[in-house]
C-alpha cells in the first residue's frame, strides 16, 4: 500500500496553490463510481492542511482550531494532538483559536464536538504535514521516506544528515487537501497524547495575567452599559437623557428604537450613568408570562408538532406490570460567573469584535447582518470569556457592542452585561416535560416502553440578526427566526430521548413546542439533562418494581459493550453491591447514559445524606466511569467530568428560573442561587477507561444526565421517596417525607 | 486624587470617592486579578486583601481605604516565581474557565494568614462567599490544603504584612 | 420556761422546720427509667409535636451549628457565667431515651429534671409551664422519634455559689409560678390562642423581657426589651423604638416571612425563630400576631404611622446629617446607598433606612452587628445576601457610619460609647458564629415559601 499519498513533485513544484487530486485518483482505481471517502472531522469542510498547521521558516509552528477554549482545555488538548503527530516539544507550538480571519468554520464550540471535529482534523492534518515535510526532506536526501525518521521538529536521516521543519517548509507546501486517510502514530508510542500535560491557560489566570475578554484594554478604549427593557417586549416611550449626557465621562448616549445605552470614558462612570438614564427610561411593558407554579400544564398546554421518533414492535412481548411516571424540569440558567462582554471598533470600514462567542463565524453574519454590512467586512475574533456552558448572553454582547461602536467610529468600545442583565436577558435551558410509561414482563425484563417529551428547541443561536437582543430590539427590528428542531442523531429536546436499552417494543414521541413564553436556547447536555433524568430515574423505578438491583436491571437491557463496560466499573469502584443498605438518612443511587447515543459513555455511582428533619439533600460521595474513545488529557477529562457532576447536583438539588407574570424574577445570586461550598460532596472520584487508537468522543457534556438521575436516585432510596419534579429542593423533599 | 497604595507601591489614581475599588484596580491600575462578577457582593470574584482581611472589591469603595494596604493576585506571585497559593492552583490545575479562582486564591491566602492549618470544615467555611459555575470546587479544596502544606513546610512568617 | 428558753425553742423550730420547709422545695424526688425501645407514638401526634417544637424555637438553644440536631451543647452566657443547653435527643445515656413523658412533663412544668434536680431557668420553664398535658405529650412524642445522638453536654461553667443547684430552689420560691395558662373570656379565642403561645411555648419574654440581678423576667416590665447574645431583642409593647408602629397584619408577614417592607428583615437570634415559625400552621403565627397587636398597643398620638409619612419627614434630615458626619455620609454614599436606596422590593433589596428599627433603637449594638457580618446566604433556597462591612471598614469608620445613619434616619438622640459598642460587637461576632445556629439562617423569600 503506498503510503505516501501524495504526488510529491507536483506538490513541491514552487509556489502557488496546488490541489492534489490523489483522492479523487484513489477512488478511480478503486473503479468505483461511489464518491471520494471523505477527510475526517472538519477537515471535511476546510480541507487544507495550512488551515490548520503553519510551518514558518524559522520553525516556529501554529496550530489553528475553528472552535474555542470555553474553560475545557481545549487549546491544550488541541497542542498536545497536534505535537504528537507532528513529533515537536509540546512547547514549541502555539494554538489559535477561532477567528474569522484566520481560522476554518467550524460552526459553534458546542455539543460536545470539538475533540470529534477540531481534534481529528487537527491530527490528521498534523500526521498529514509531517508526511509531506519527511516527503520532502526525502527528496532534498535523495532517500526513500521510511529510511527517515522525525523527532522534535526535525526530520533524521540514518547517517546523522538532519533538516528543521523550518528549513523544508518552501512555498506553498502545505496547501494541499487533505486526505481521507492519515498514517496515524501508533497509541503505544504517544508522548504527549494521552498524557496529563499542565493546561496552557492557567498559569495566567493564577497569576492575573491577562486571560479574558473581560481584561481586554485597547488604546482608546471606552466603556459602555445598555439599559435593557424590564420585560420582553416592553417599548421605550419617553428617555429624557439631557441630563445624563452631562454627567462624568459620558461621550454619548446612544438609542436606536428600544436599544438604549451610555458610554463613557472611564468604566465606573458607565454603572453610574446607567443607574441614571434607568431612572428616567420610561417603559410600557405587554409582557405576560405563564405561570410558573405549573409548568406542567403550562408545557403540555402549548401547541406542539408531534414526531414519533423511534419505534420497535415485537407484539409477541407481553408485559403485565405497568406503570408510569411524569417528570418537569423548569427553566434553568446558564449562570455565567462572568457577565458577558464584548469589545468592537468600527475601524474605517471594517468592524472588529472580539467576543467570547461560542461560534464566530455564525456571529459575524448575524452582526453584519444587524448593520447591513457585507460580512467579509466584519471580523469576530474569539478571546475567552467565564464560562458559558452553552448559549448565554456572549452573542447579544457582541451585538450591542458592534451597534455602539458603529455609532462611535474609530473608538474602541467595551460593553460588559450587569449581573442582573445576564440572569434576566440569557436565553434559558428550556423547561420541559416527560411522561414514560413501560411494562415489566413475568421475568422483570421491560417488556414495552413509551417515552415522549415535550420541549422548545434548544437552539436559538445566531446566524440570523433575530436571535440577538440588540437586532430584536432597534427601531427597524429583525424578527426572531421561527424555532426549529436540531435534527436527529443529535437532537435538542429529544436529545437521549431515544433509550440506549435494548427494549422489544419501544415508542419515542417529541412533542416539539415551537412557542417560547420565555427566551430559550442550548444550555449544556441540551434536552440530554432532562431526557436522561427521566429515563435514569424511571429504569429505578421499574427496577425496584421487578424487585431487582439497579445496575443488574441495567445489564439485562443493555447490548452496548462499551455501555456494560463503563456501568461495571462505576458499579466496582464504588463498591455497589446487591445486597448494600446505606447507613440511617442515607441512600445509594446510580445512573447511566451514553451522551446522545454516539458520544461519551458516563456512569455515575453516588452516595447522598438526607436530613430528615428538614429534608436537606447533600451529595456525600460520587464515583464516575467515562469511556471518551481515545483519551488526549486524562486530567483534563477529570476535570470536566468533577465539574459536571457538581454543575448537574446544582441544577438538580436548587435551579429554576423565577418570573412573575411580568418579568424574570431571578435577577441575581439572591434570588438565583447555585452550590456553594457548604453542599461540596466529600469525594468524586472519575475512572476513566481509554481506548487507545478509537475515534475521539465528545465528553464535556456526558455528565450532567446521569448526576442528576444518580442524585434522585439516592434520595429516593433514602427516603423511600420519589421526586420527579426538577429541582428536587429541601422543601419538596421534606414535605414528601412528611406526607 | 486619592493615593492607593496597592501591592506595596503608592499609586495616584483619579477617582471619586465611591469608586468601589474593583473598578479602580481594573479601570486605573490595569489589574486583571480582581474580577467583576456581579458588583454585589454575592459571588466573591472580586476578593483582594485589604490590610491582612479578604474583602469584596466590588462592595468596598475609595473612601474606605485610606492608608490602608491593598494586595491582589499580582502582588503575591508571578508566572516566573509563584506564591505558595499560586504553585498550589497550578499543581493541582484546579481551574476550568479559571473566572472564580483569583477571588478564591485571595480569600484562601487571608485564611492561610491566620490560621496555617485549616481542617476541611473551616476552609469550606471560609470559602462559603465564593461561587463557582463550572464545579471546580474539589480541586480548589484540595489546592487550599496544598499551599497550607507549601507554606507550613517552608516554614515561611504569617505575621501581617508579610505576605507570603 | 425562761423567756430565753422559748426564744430558743421558737429559734430551734424555725430552723428545723425551715431546713424542713427547705429540703422539701430543694429535694425532688427521682422519676424512675423508662424502656425508651417500648414506647411507639402515632405519626399525627409526632407531626403535632414538630409543629410545636418549632413555636418553642427548641433547635435554637438545643442544636450546636453544625453538629446534629437536638444534640445540645449550645454555649449560652448568662450573667453568671455559661450555661450549656442539654441533649434532648431520645439517647439513652446522655439524652432523654430513659426519660417518661411524665418526667418530661415535669421538666416542662416545674423545671426539674428525671433524677430531680432543679433545672437552670436558662431552660424558661417559667413561660414552659404554661404549656397544656397535650401539648407536652405531643412534644415528648416528637422528642422521644428523633434521631439519638451520643453526647453529653459540657459542664456548666459558673461561678459558685451560682454552681450549687439547691439555689435554684430558693430562685424559684422568689420568682416561678407554677400554673397553666387561664383563658380570658372577654377575648377572641384567637387572641386566647396567641396568649397561650407567646405567654408559654413561644416563650417571647424570654428575650424581650428585662431581667432583675437575679436574672428573673421583671413582671411589671413585661415585653419592655431584653439582651440575648449581644443583641438588642427590642421592647415589643408600647415603648417599642419601630419608626412604623406594628400591627397584626403587619406582625403576621414578618412572623412567618422573615421580613416586612416597613420594618426590615429579621436579624440575628430572631432569624432562626422567624425560620422555625415559617413551617407552622398559619393560624397559629396569625394568633400570635394578633396577641402582639394587643401588647404593642395603639401607637400613641405623636407617632408616626406610616411608612410613607416616615419616609417624607426623614428626607429633610439628610443635608444637615451629611454635614455633621461628612465621613460617615460618604461612607454610606459609597457602601450602602447602592442597595439601600435602589427601590428594589425587600427581601432582595436593603430595607430603607429610615424604616429601620435598628437605628431607632435605644442602642447600637444590633445595627453594629448588622453592618459587621451582613446576611450570608441559605443554602440553595432563594434568600438576602448582604456583605458584611467587618474586614472592609476599621472601627473608625464604622463608628462614622452609624453616627451618621442615626442622625440621618431617626429622630432620636444621638447614642453614646458607640466606638465601644462596635470593639465588642467585633469581638463577639467572631466568638457567637461559632456556637450559634441563628445568624446564619435567614428567612427564605416569603413569595418561594410554598413553592420550590
Keep these: 500500500m503506498n503510503t505516501l499519498v501524495l504526488d510529491r513533485r507536483r506538490v513541491l513544484a514552487g509556489s502557488g496553490a496546488l490541489v492534489v487530486s490523489f483522492s479523487l485518483g484513489h477512488a478511480f482505481a478503486q473503479d468505483q463510481a461511489a464518491p471520494a471517502p471523505s477527510p475526517p472531522g472538519s477537515l471535511k469542510t476546510s480541507p487544507y492542511l495550512d488551515s490548520w498547521i503553519r510551518i514558518d521558516a524559522d520553525g ?139 493546561r496552557v491557560d492557567i498559569s495566567a489566570k493564577v497569576t492575573g495575567g491577562a486571560a479574558y475578554v473581560q481584561d481586554m484594554r485597547l488604546p482608546g478604549m471606552i466603556h459602555a452599559r445598555v439599559v435593557r427593557p424590564p420585560s420582553y417586549g416592553a417599548e421605550l416611550v419617553n428617555c429624557d437623557s439631557s441630563a445624563v449626557e452631562k454627567m462624568p465621562g459620558v461621550v454619548s448616549v446612544v438609542r436606536d428604537g428600544n436599544f438604549l445605552a451610555v458610554v463613557t470614558e472611564k468604566e465606573y462612570q458607565s454603572v453610574k450613568a446607567m443607574r441614571a438614564l434607568s431612572a428616567v427610561a420610561k417603559w410600557q411593558e405587554t409582557a405576560r408570562l405563564p405561570d410558573q407554579d405549573d409548568l406542567f400544564k403550562v408545557i403540555t398546554g402549548l401547541s406542539s408538532q408531534d414526531n414519533v421518533i423511534f419505534e420497535r414492535n415485537d407484539p409477541s412481548v407481553v408485559g403485565q406490570n405497568t406503570i408510569e411516571a411524569t417528570y418537569v424540569r423548569p427553566y434553568q440558567s446558564h449562570g455565567s460567573i462572568g457577565p458577558s462582554c464584548a469589545v468592537a471598533q468600527l475601524d474605517g470600514d471594517t468592524m472588529t469584535v472580539w467576543t467570547h462567542t461560542q461560534g464566530v463565524y455564525p456571529d459575524r453574519q448575524a452582526i453584519a447582518e444587524m448593520l447591513h454590512m457585507p460580512p467579509a467586512k466584519v471580523r469576530c475574533i474569539h478571546v475567552e470569556g467565564s464560562g458559558c456552558y452553552g448559549h448565554n448572553g456572549a452573542d447579544d454582547a457582541a451585538a450591542d457592542a458592534a451597534l455602539i461602536a458603529r455609532a462611535l467610529p ?37 417488556a414495552d416502553w413509551t417515552f415522549e417529551v415535550w420541549s422548545n428547541t434548544h437552539s436559538m443561536r445566531p446566524g440570523g440578526a433575530g436571535c440577538m437582543l440588540a437586532a430584536q430590539h432597534m427601531a427597524q427590528p429583525f424578527k426572531v427566526p421561527a424555532p426549529k428542531p436540531l435534527p436527529l442523531p443529535e437532537g435538542g429536546g429529544d436529545r437521549n430521548a431515544i433509550p440506549i436499552y435494548s427494549f422489544p417494543n419501544a415508542h419515542v414521541v417529541h412533542h416539539f413546542i415551537a412557542d417560547m413564553p420565555l427566551r430559550i436556547s442550548a444550555m449544556r447536555a441540551l434536552g440530554a439533562y432532562h431526557n436522561v433524568f427521566s429515563i435514569e430515574s424511571f429504569m429505578d423505578e421499574l427496577a425496584t418494581a421487578a424487585g431487582a438491583d439497579p445496575v443488574e436491571f441495567r445489564l439485562k437491557h443493555l447490548d452496548d459493550p462499551r455501555g456494560r463496560d463503563v456501568i461495571a466499573k462505576a458499579a466496582q469502584e464504588f463498591g455497589w453491591r446487591g445486597d448494600q443498605k446505606a447507613a440511617p438518612g442515607r441512600g445509594f443511587g446510580f445512573a447511566f447514559a451514553r451522551y446522545k447515543n454516539l458520544a461519551a459513555y458516563c456512569a455515575i455511582a453516588c452516595e447522598v445524606e438526607v436530613n430528615r428533619e428538614t429534608g436537606r439533600a447533600r451529595l456525600v460521595r460520587a464515583v464516575a466511569a467515562v469511556d471518551s474513545g481515545q483519551v488526549v488529557n486524562p486530567d483534563g ?103 | 486624587m486619592i493615593t492607593l497604595k496597592v501591592n506595596g507601591r503608592d499609586h495616584q489614581v483619579d477617582a471619586e470617592p465611591d469608586t468601589p475599588l474593583l473598578y479602580v484596580l481594573r479601570d486605573d491600575l490595569a489589574l486583571n486579578a480582581a474580577k467583576f462578577g456581579c458588583g454585589l457582593g454575592q459571588c466573591g470574584a472580586c476578593t483582594v486583601i485589604v490590610d491582612g482581611k479578604a474583602v469584596l472589591a466590588c462592595v468596598t ?51 492561610l494568614m491566620r490560621n496555617s492549618s485549616p481542617d476541611d470544615d473551616e476552609i469550606r467555611s471560609e470559602l462559603e462567599p465564593h461561587l463557582c459555575r463550572c464545579g471546580t470546587h474539589m480541586r480548589i479544596l484540595r489546592a487550599v490544603r496544598r499551599a497550607a502544606g507549601l507554606m507550613n513546610r517552608a516554614d515561611l512568617s504569617t505575621e501581617s504584612g508579610a505576605i507570603r | 420556761m425562761t423567756r430565753s428558753g422559748v426564744i430558743i425553742g421558737v429559734l430551734a423550730a424555725l430552723v428545723v422546720g425551715g431546713a424542713a420547709f427547705v429540703f422539701a422545695v430543694v429535694w425532688q424526688p427521682a422519676i424512675a427509667t423508662i424502656d425508651p425501645s417500648q414506647q411507639t407514638f402515632a405519626n399525627d401526634l409526632v407531626k403535632r409535636g414538630r409543629a410545636l417544637a418549632a413555636i418553642g424555637n427548641c433547635s435554637n438553644c438545643h442544636t450546636a451549628r453544625g453538629a446534629k440536631d437536638f444534640a445540645g451543647g449550645v454555649a449560652v452566657p448568662t450573667p453568671f457565667g455559661t450555661v450549656f443547653s442539654s441533649n434532648i435527643t431520645p439517647d439513652a445515656d446522655t439524652g432523654l431515651g430513659r426519660w417518661s413523658e411524665a418526667a418530661f412533663r415535669r421538666a416542662m412544668r416545674d423545671g426539674i429534671d428525671r433524677e430531680g434536680r432543679h433545672l437552670y431557668p436558662t431552660f424558661p420553664y417559667d413561660h414552659f409551664t404554661h404549656v397544656s398535658d397535650e401539648d407536652d405529650r405531643a412534644l415528648y412524642a416528637y422528642l422521644m422519634t428523633r434521631e439519638p445522638v451520643r ?145 404593642f398597643g395603639q401607637p400613641a398620638g405623636d407617632r408616626r404611622h406610616d411608612a410613607k409619612t416616615v419616609l417624607a419627614e426623614v428626607k429633610p434630615m439628610a443635608d444637615r446629617a451629611s454635614e455633621a458626619n461628612r465621613a460617615g455620609a460618604s461612607i454610606y454614599a459609597a457602601a450602602c446607598a447602592s442597595c439601600h436606596e435602589s427601590g428594589r422590593a425587600l427581601p432582595y433589596g436593603g430595607v430603607n433606612l429610615a424604616l429601620s428599627t435598628a437605628i431607632s433603637g435605644p442602642d447600637p449594638r444590633n445595627l453594629a452587628n448588622i453592618v459587621l457580618s451582613g446576611i450570608s446566604p441559605r443554602e440553595g433556597e432563594r434568600s438576602p445576601i448582604m456583605p458584611g462591612f467587618a474586614s472592609s471598614m476599621n472601627d473608625d469608620q464604622v463608628v462614622a457610619l452609624l453616627a451618621y445613619l442615626r442622625a440621618r434616619f431617626s429622630d432620636q438622640s444621638a447614642w453614646t460609647g458607640v466606638d465601644r459598642v462596635v470593639a465588642d460587637a467585633r469581638r463577639t461576632q467572631v466568638a457567637t458564629l461559632g456556637t450559634v445556629a441563628a445568624s446564619r439562617q435567614p428567612p427564605a423569600d416569603s413569595a418561594q415559601r410554598d413553592k420550590p
Excluded at chain 1, 528543521?164 to 506553498?172: K, M, N, P, T
Design chain 2, 61 to 111: 469603595p475609595m473612601v474606605l481605604l485610606e492608608g490602608k494596604q491593598v494586595t491582589t493576585l499580582e502582588g503575591l506571585g508571578t508566572t516566573a516565581d509563584p506564591a505558595p497559593i499560586q504553585r498550589a492552583f497550578l499543581d493541582e490545575q484546579a481551574a476550568q474557565c479559571g473566572y472564580c479562582i483569583a477571588g478564591m486564591m485571595m480569600r484562601a491566602q487571608a485564611l
Design chain 1, 60 to 198: 516556529s509552528i501554529t496550530v489553528f482550531t475553528g472552535k474555542v477554549e470555553l474553560g475545557q482545555g481545549f487549546k491544550t488538548a488541541f497542542q498536545q494532538v497536534a505535537a504528537e503527530e507532528l513529533d515537536v516539544a509540546f512547547a514549541s507550538l502555539k494554538v489559535v483559536t477561532a477567528d474569522t480571519a484566520l481560522t476554518a468554520n467550524e460552526g459553534y464550540t458546542a455539543g460536545s464536538h470539538s475533540m470529534q471535529d477540531s481534534g481529528t482534523a487537527i491530527q490528521n492534518a498534523a500526521a498529514q504535514a509531517r508526511e509531506l515535510l519527511v516527503a520532502e526532506a526525502a527528496r532534498r536526501f535523495d532517500l526513500p521516506a521510511d529510511r527517515l525518521r522525525t523527532e522534535n521538529g526535525q526530520v533524521l536521516a540514518p547517517d546523522g544528515r538532519r533538516a528543521g521543519y523550518g528549513e523544508l517548509v518552501a512555498g506553498d507546501v502545505l496547501h494541499v487537501q487533505a486526505q481521507a486517510t492519515s498514517r496515524l502514530k501508533d497509541p503505544a508510542t504517544f508522548k504527549v497524547m494521552g498524557q496529563s500535560v499542565p
Design chain 3, 151 to 295: 453526647a453529653a453536654a459540657p459542664a456548666n461553667r459558673l461561678s459558685f455559689p451560682f454552681d450549687r443547684r439547691p439555689l435554684i430552689a430558693g430562685w424559684k420560691l422568689l420568682f416561678f409560678r407554677n400554673e397553666t395558662y387561664r383563658p380570658d373570656s372577654s377575648k377572641s379565642a384567637e387572641w386566647n390562642r396567641g396568649a397561650y403561645l407567646v405567654e408559654g411555648l413561644a416563650h417571647c419574654g424570654a428575650c424581650h423581657t428585662p431581667r432583675n440581678a437575679l436574672g428573673a423576667e421583671r413582671a411589671s416590665a413585661a415585653f419592655s426589651g431584653g439582651d440575648v447574645d449581644n443583641w438588642q431583642a427590642y421592647a415589643i409593647n408600647a415603648r417599642s423604638p419601630s419608626p412604623v408602629p406594628w400591627d397584626a397584619d403587619a406582625l403576621f408577614a414578618y412572623l412567618r416571612d422573615g421580613w416586612h417592607p416597613d420594618h426590615g428583615t429579621a436579624r440575628g437570634p430572631m432569624a432562626q425563630v422567624v425560620a422555625n415559625l415559617s413551617s407552622v400552621d398559619p393560624e397559629d403565627v396569625r394568633a400570635i400576631a394578633t396577641y402582639m397587636a394587643g401588647v
Design chain 1, 410 to 446: 474609530g473608538r474602541p468600545v467595551r460593553v460588559q452585561w450587569m449581573r442582573e442583565q445576564e440572569h434576566a436577558w440569557e436565553p434559558f435551558g428550556p423547561a420541559m416535560v416527560t411522561r414514560l410509561k413501560a411494562s415489566l414482563d413475568r421475568e422483570g425484563k421491560i
Design chain 1, 637 to 739: 477529562l477529570t476535570n470536566q467530568i468533577e465539574g459536571a457532576i457538581v454543575q448537574s447536583m446544582s441544577w438538580t438539588l436548587y435551579e429554576s428560573v423565577s418570573f412573575d407574570q411580568r418579568r424574570i424574577t431571578s435577577i441575581d445570586w439572591q434570588t438565583y442561587p447555585i452550590l456553594r461550598f457548604s453542599a461540596v460532596p466529600d469525594d468524586i472520584a472519575v475512572h476513566i477507561i481509554n481506548r487507545p487508537g478509537q475515534p475521539f468522543l465528545g465528553s464535556g457534556e456526558t455528565g450532567q444526565g446521569p448526576a442528576a438521575a444518580s442524585v434522585a436516585n439516592a434520595i429516593a432510596n433514602a427516603t423511600g421517596k420519589r421526586l420527579r419534579n426538577l429541582p428536587l429542593t429541601r422543601k419538596r423533599i421534606k414535605d414528601a417525607i412528611d406526607a
